[in-house]
T-cell receptor, first 114, second 112 residues
Framework: ETGVTQTPRHLVMGMTNKKSLKCEQHLGHNAMYWYKQSAKKPLELMFVYNFKEQTENNSVPSRFSPECPNSSHLFLHLHTLQPEDSALYLC?????????????FGPGTRLTVL | GNSVTQMEGPVTLSEEAFLTINCTYTATGYPSLFWYVQYPGEGLQLLLKATKADDKGSNKGFEATYRKETTSFHLEKGSVQVSDSAVYFCALSDNAGNMLTFGGGTRLMVKP
């Protein structure tokens, strides 16, 4: 595997379900990000981790819970979501959180909440 | 706060046509500017960037010039191909260490 991988690629869940999204980067980076991409809205940064420490939480509801066990893996735990949470969730990584450093994105998980 | 405004799509062109996708921004100080591209079913990829006024970023035949006086970073390509069909995102990062701010994206469709 190379680059940034995300699983699953597609997920359908009910509002009472609990699920997790997984991201793995094979680039040796130390910063990882979760973004939300909704139709007709700008890409929204959700969380940033640098060396496994959360450095940014962009006012995300608590029904989204990130976890970063090491610099290569990032999870997004989901529970009691709402239909408006349906979106493409993108993971990215970079070498440090300097904004000038290129972020490498995974293909995303397409989430549908029923 | 920072913001990025892009022209709404979709933009539909015939192959070999000239492309312009407009991007303007609002930011404190002197931001760095980026264009990212998202091909169908894939994540975003950095296409080009410029870090100071009058810089020109270029890659794969695409160009964009950092215009501080008009706060713009328009993307251009002289002759588009069907393979350029994708969604293009303009983004900025300011010099206060803040994360990337993205525009809403512009879908480009190139017909043979």
């Amino acid at each position: 595997e190379t680059g940034v991988t995300q699983t699953p690629r597609h997920l359908v869940m009910g509002m009472t379900n609990k699920k997790s999204l997984k991201c793995e980067q094979h680039l040796g980076h130390n910063a990882m990000y979760w973004y939300k991409q909704s139709a007709k809205k700008p890409l929204e940064l959700m969380f940033v981790y640098n060396f496994k420490e959360q450095t940014e939480n962009n006012s995300v509801p608590s029904r989204f819970s990130p976890e970063c066990p090491n610099s290569s893996h990032l999870f997004l735990h989901l529970h009691t979501l709402q239909p408006e949470d349906s979106a493409l969730y993108l993971c990215a990584s970079s070498q440090g959180t300097d904004p000038y450093n290129e972020q490498f994105f995974g293909p995303g998980t397409r989430l549908t909440v029923l | 706060g920072n913001s990025v405004t892009q022209m709404e799509g979709p933009v539909t062109l015939s192959e070999e046509a000239f492309l312009t996708i407009n991007c303007t921004y609002t930011a404190t100080g002197y931001p760095s500017l980026f264009w990212y591209v998202q091909y169908p079913g894939e994540g975003l990829q950095l296409l080009l960037k410029a870090t100071k006024a009058d810089d020109k970023g270029s890659n794969k035949g695409f160009e964009a010039t950092y215009r501080k006086e008009t706060t713009s970073f328009h993307l251009e390509k002289g002759s588009v191909q069907v393979s350029d069909s994708a969604v293009y995102f303009c983004a900025l990062s300011d010099n206060a260490g803040n994360m990337l701010t993205f525009g809403g994206g512009t879908r480009l469709m190139v017909k043979p």
